[in-house]
Protein backbone atom coordinates (compact mmCIF):
# COMPACT_ATOMS: atom_id res chain seq x y z
CA UNK A 1 0.00 0.00 0.00
CA UNK A 2 2.79 2.30 0.86
CA UNK A 3 4.37 1.91 -2.56
CA UNK A 4 1.17 2.43 -4.29
CA UNK A 5 0.49 5.34 -2.01
CA UNK A 6 4.51 6.75 -2.95
CA UNK A 7 3.91 5.74 -7.00
CA UNK A 8 0.40 8.10 -6.74
CA UNK A 9 2.81 11.35 -4.76
CA UNK A 10 5.06 10.92 -7.53
CA UNK A 11 2.59 10.71 -10.52
CA UNK A 12 0.45 13.75 -8.87
CA UNK A 13 2.63 16.52 -10.38
CA UNK A 14 2.88 20.05 -10.00
CA UNK A 15 0.54 21.54 -11.71
CA UNK A 16 -0.52 24.67 -13.65
CA UNK A 17 0.91 27.93 -11.74
CA UNK A 18 -2.21 30.61 -10.97
CA UNK A 19 -0.76 34.49 -11.07
CA UNK A 20 -3.16 35.81 -8.43
CA UNK A 21 -5.60 38.74 -9.63
CA UNK A 22 -5.55 41.04 -6.66
CA UNK A 23 -8.39 44.08 -6.19
CA UNK A 24 -5.14 46.70 -5.76
CA UNK A 25 -3.87 46.28 -9.17
CA UNK A 26 -3.43 49.31 -10.83
CA UNK A 27 -2.41 48.54 -14.69
CA UNK A 28 -5.39 49.22 -17.29
CA UNK A 29 -7.20 46.70 -18.80
CA UNK A 30 -6.22 46.88 -21.71
CA UNK A 31 -2.24 46.71 -21.08
CA UNK A 32 -0.43 43.99 -20.31
CA UNK A 33 0.47 43.17 -16.61
CA UNK A 34 3.38 40.31 -16.26
CA UNK A 35 2.27 39.82 -12.91
CA UNK A 36 -0.80 37.88 -14.25
CA UNK A 37 1.45 35.48 -16.51
CA UNK A 38 0.71 31.70 -15.69
CA UNK A 39 3.98 29.05 -15.33
CA UNK A 40 4.32 25.92 -14.44
CA UNK A 41 2.88 22.37 -15.46
CA UNK A 42 3.45 18.74 -14.62
CA UNK A 43 6.68 16.69 -13.55
CA UNK A 44 5.75 12.63 -12.03
CA UNK A 45 7.72 10.06 -12.55
CA UNK A 46 7.89 6.45 -11.32
CA UNK A 47 10.79 3.56 -11.50
CA UNK A 48 10.56 -0.23 -11.81
CA UNK A 49 8.70 -2.79 -13.84
CA UNK A 50 5.93 0.36 -14.64
CA UNK A 51 8.53 3.26 -15.20
CA UNK A 52 6.77 6.55 -15.92
CA UNK A 53 8.44 10.01 -16.38
CA UNK A 54 6.32 12.99 -17.00
CA UNK A 55 7.52 16.56 -18.28
CA UNK A 56 4.77 18.57 -19.65
CA UNK A 57 5.04 22.37 -18.99
CA UNK A 58 2.30 25.38 -19.51
CA UNK A 59 2.14 28.64 -19.82
CA UNK A 60 -1.22 31.14 -19.70
CA UNK A 61 -2.65 34.34 -18.87
CA UNK A 62 -4.94 35.56 -16.43
CA UNK A 63 -7.02 38.15 -18.81
CA UNK A 64 -9.68 38.68 -15.44
CA UNK A 65 -10.06 38.05 -12.05
CA UNK A 66 -12.54 34.94 -13.31
CA UNK A 67 -10.95 33.89 -16.68
CA UNK A 68 -7.12 32.43 -17.06
CA UNK A 69 -5.94 30.67 -20.82
CA UNK A 70 -2.92 29.29 -22.11
CA UNK A 71 -1.11 26.75 -24.24
CA UNK A 72 0.43 23.38 -22.50
CA UNK A 73 2.93 20.76 -23.89
CA UNK A 74 2.96 16.78 -22.84
CA UNK A 75 6.01 15.22 -23.06
CA UNK A 76 5.93 11.76 -21.57
CA UNK A 77 7.48 8.39 -21.23
CA UNK A 78 6.45 4.96 -20.19
CA UNK A 79 7.86 1.48 -19.84
CA UNK A 80 6.05 -1.56 -19.03
CA UNK A 81 7.54 -5.01 -17.89
CA UNK A 82 5.19 -8.25 -17.72
CA UNK A 83 6.59 -10.89 -15.97
CA UNK A 84 5.76 -14.76 -16.48
CA UNK A 85 5.30 -17.52 -13.41
CA UNK A 86 8.83 -17.99 -13.31
CA UNK A 87 9.27 -13.98 -13.12
CA UNK A 88 11.12 -13.72 -16.81
CA UNK A 89 10.28 -10.97 -18.70
CA UNK A 90 7.77 -11.80 -21.42
CA UNK A 91 6.45 -8.75 -22.70
CA UNK A 92 7.74 -5.06 -22.54
CA UNK A 93 6.03 -2.24 -24.05
CA UNK A 94 7.32 1.51 -24.26
CA UNK A 95 5.54 4.22 -24.71
CA UNK A 96 6.18 7.91 -25.87
CA UNK A 97 3.82 10.47 -25.82
CA UNK A 98 4.30 14.06 -27.25
CA UNK A 99 1.48 16.64 -27.79
CA UNK A 100 -0.18 19.35 -26.07
CA UNK A 101 -3.48 22.19 -26.69
CA UNK A 102 -4.78 24.77 -24.69
CA UNK A 103 -6.70 25.50 -21.49
CA UNK A 104 -9.00 27.76 -20.11
CA UNK A 105 -9.90 28.33 -16.68
CA UNK A 106 -12.92 29.93 -14.81
CA UNK A 107 -13.10 30.95 -11.44
CA UNK A 108 -16.93 31.17 -10.38
CA UNK A 109 -15.47 31.43 -6.88
CA UNK A 110 -12.23 32.89 -5.83
CA UNK A 111 -10.23 29.64 -4.89
CA UNK A 112 -12.18 26.94 -6.67
CA UNK A 113 -11.91 27.02 -11.06
CA UNK A 114 -13.58 25.08 -13.84
CA UNK A 115 -10.79 23.70 -16.16
CA UNK A 116 -11.13 22.84 -19.88
CA UNK A 117 -8.07 21.42 -21.45
CA UNK A 118 -8.64 20.35 -25.18
CA UNK A 119 -5.16 18.52 -26.58
CA UNK A 120 -3.49 16.19 -29.31
CA UNK A 121 -1.02 13.67 -28.46
CA UNK A 122 0.97 11.47 -30.74
CA UNK A 123 1.88 8.26 -29.14
CA UNK A 124 4.59 6.14 -29.98
CA UNK A 125 4.48 1.99 -29.09
CA UNK A 126 7.01 -0.22 -29.53
CA UNK A 127 6.28 -3.62 -27.90
CA UNK A 128 8.94 -6.61 -27.48
CA UNK A 129 7.71 -10.29 -26.72
CA UNK A 130 9.90 -12.90 -25.76
CA UNK A 131 9.30 -16.31 -26.60
CA UNK A 132 12.20 -18.78 -25.46
CA UNK A 133 15.18 -17.41 -27.40
CA UNK A 134 12.95 -15.72 -29.52
CA UNK A 135 12.27 -11.78 -29.39
CA UNK A 136 9.43 -10.67 -31.57
CA UNK A 137 9.69 -6.46 -32.35
CA UNK A 138 6.46 -4.57 -33.22
CA UNK A 139 6.23 -0.48 -33.75
CA UNK A 140 2.66 1.39 -33.89
CA UNK A 141 2.33 5.16 -33.80
CA UNK A 142 -0.75 6.82 -33.46
CA UNK A 143 -2.55 9.91 -32.58
CA UNK A 144 -5.79 10.53 -29.64
CA UNK A 145 -7.47 13.97 -29.49
CA UNK A 146 -8.34 14.17 -25.76
CA UNK A 147 -10.97 16.95 -23.89
CA UNK A 148 -9.89 17.07 -20.10
CA UNK A 149 -12.68 18.65 -17.99
CA UNK A 150 -13.09 19.36 -14.47
CA UNK A 151 -12.09 21.64 -11.77
CA UNK A 152 -9.53 22.64 -8.98
CA UNK A 153 -8.97 24.31 -6.13
CA UNK A 154 -6.04 26.41 -5.43
CA UNK A 155 -5.29 27.56 -1.57
CA UNK A 156 -3.36 30.88 -1.78
CA UNK A 157 0.24 30.60 0.55
CA UNK A 158 1.49 34.14 0.31
CA UNK A 159 2.40 36.56 -2.60
CA UNK A 160 1.26 34.91 -5.90
CA UNK A 161 1.31 31.04 -5.12
CA UNK A 162 -1.09 28.67 -4.13
CA UNK A 163 -0.88 24.93 -3.42
CA UNK A 164 -3.45 23.32 -6.22
CA UNK A 165 -5.61 19.86 -6.23
CA UNK A 166 -7.40 18.88 -9.28
CA UNK A 167 -9.62 16.70 -11.27
CA UNK A 168 -9.61 16.29 -15.08
CA UNK A 169 -11.58 13.41 -17.16
CA UNK A 170 -11.48 12.86 -20.62
CA UNK A 171 -14.92 13.03 -22.09
CA UNK A 172 -14.33 12.32 -25.25
CA UNK A 173 -12.58 8.68 -24.84
CA UNK A 174 -10.86 7.89 -27.64
CA UNK A 175 -9.68 4.65 -28.18
CA UNK A 176 -5.91 5.97 -28.24
CA UNK A 177 -6.71 8.48 -25.53
CA UNK A 178 -3.32 8.11 -22.97
CA UNK A 179 -5.71 8.95 -19.93
CA UNK A 180 -7.85 5.79 -20.69
CA UNK A 181 -11.20 6.05 -18.97
CA UNK A 182 -10.24 7.32 -15.16
CA UNK A 183 -9.78 10.31 -13.74
CA UNK A 184 -6.54 12.53 -13.91
CA UNK A 185 -5.97 13.68 -10.20
CA UNK A 186 -3.25 16.51 -9.92
CA UNK A 187 -1.66 18.78 -7.79
CA UNK A 188 0.77 20.59 -6.42
CA UNK A 189 2.67 23.98 -5.45
CA UNK A 190 1.88 26.78 -7.72
CA UNK A 191 4.57 29.45 -8.46
CA UNK A 192 2.45 32.92 -9.83
CA UNK A 193 5.46 35.52 -11.33
Known sequence: ??????AV??????????AQFYKTDTVPRNRFDPSRIMIGGSLGFTFGDY????ISPLIGYRFTPKVAAGININAQYASQRLRDVNNQTRERNN????????????YPIEQFFIHAQPEYNRISLKTTTYYNDVRDVTKRTYGAPSLLLGGGYAQPVGGNSALT????YDVLQ??????????????GVNIGL
Open 1 to 6: MKRILI
Open 9 to 18: IMLASVQAAS
Open 51 to 54: TFVN
Open 95 to 106: YSIFGGGLFGRF
Open 165 to 168: IMIL
Open 174 to 187: DKNSPYMNRPIISG
